[in-house]
């Protein structure tokens, strides 16, 4: 869930020492499961947005179409915002985890049941790990966000995690900061501020598992997922295309050279002989039930990927049948859903 950008907060400069170096000694260790949930997030969320956008637009455009419709300024990104968990070793602070917070959009608090109902799901599931801070998005710290640091009294020192999600390509690091709140004296008087924090990406077997595989299907040319596995699906298709055709041509010659239809070329036989003895036996009767259990199991693998596509298409098509049905309905004053 998330709460709309105030443009008056984003407006306000930033707590001044907001870049200063926290002096607290804590080693954070991030693990790259929370930068994904924040990212999945914060994309889910603009993209709703701006579906939810889309009719409206469209309803002003159609009021407006004798007159000069005015230039409006593109809406700001809405920031989404959520809780971060893992544990704390000493000075060492480990963050494993993220999940969702409902905020009130109007008055900015947090919605207490909410987040003792999700944090009580947690510790039945994750025992050992406890709620570490908060996290949000934006290009910098805001002074509504101290708001918020302040609500979070389920730590006494929660941790304030900063993804940004504006595209810098020049930027080698991660747009990611962790800040933490130290109270130091300004004009005369004390003041809870942020100040930076270092951290260092921790991860695991299963997430570095993930993290690869994510990578290599995500293509970085804007085209899909599916098409850059069927290219490479196609290559190994040729590459193996292209060697039974070449094994086809050294069978024809060597039956013509059975047949005297060319003479004997005794280096090549050897040749020949000798990579036919590098291959293992493919007569026994295990390689031929080895062999049926692999083909039948890859066959089912395919019928199944075929039956989720038919299945995932299906219900892509009754999602639309709905939504086109509920639109018509309600202009007709009728019960809604048909599906």
Not at 205 to 232: F, M
Not at 245 to 271: A, E, F, H, T, W
């Amino acid at each position: 869930m998330s709460a709309p950008s105030d443009a008056a907060a984003s407006a306000q400069p930033a707590p001044a020492a907001a870049a200063a170096t926290a002096s607290s000694g804590l080693t954070f260790k991030l693990h790259p499961l929370v930068i994904v949930n924040v990212s999945d997030h914060y994309t889910r969320v603009k993209a709703q947005a701006a579906f939810s956008a889309e009719p409206a637009s469209a309803g002003k455009a159609q009021a407006s179409c004798s007159a000069e419709a005015p230039s409006s300024e593109p809406a700001a990104p809405p920031r989404v915002f959520g809780c971060v968990i893992g544990v704390q070793r000493g000075r060492t602070v480990e963050i494993f985890n993220s999940f969702e917070l409902v905020i009130d959009p109007v008055t900015g608090t947090l919605e207490r049941a909410f987040l003792e109902k999700k944090l009580e799901l947690y510790k039945k599931v994750f025992p050992d790990l406890y709620v570490l801070g908060w996290y949000s998005t934006g290009s910098d710290v805001q002074d509504t966000d101290m708001l918020i640091h302040k609500l979070m009294d389920i730590n006494e020192s929660p941790v304030y995690l900063l993804l940004n999600p504006a595209i810098n390509h020049s930027q080698k690091d991660l747009p990611v900061t962790i800040y933490e709140s130290e109270l130091h004296v300004i004009d005369g008087g004390p003041q809870l501020i942020f100040v930076r924090s270092n951290y260092t990406i921790e991860t695991v077997e299963a997430e570095r598992i993930s993290v690869d595989h994510v990578a290599h299907l995500k293509p970085s040319d804007g085209s899909s997922a599916a098409t850059q596995l069927a290219a490479h699906l196609t290559g190994i298709h040729s590459a193996i295309k292209m060697l039974n055709s070449r094994v086809r041509v050294i069978q024809q010659y060597l039956g013509s050279m059975q047949k005297g239809d060319i003479p004997l070329d005794n280096s090549l036989l050897r040749q020949v002989s000798s990579l036919v003895r590098r291959l293992p036996a493919m007569e026994s009767e295990k390689f031929q039930d080895d062999f049926l259990t692999e083909y039948n199991d890859t066959l089912l693998m395919t019928y199944l990927a075929m039956f989720t596509n038919c299945s995932s298409t299906m219900n892509e098509l009754v999602e639309k049948f709905n939504t086109t049905y509920e639109r018509t309905t309600a202009r007709r004053g009728g019960r809604g859903a048909f599906m």
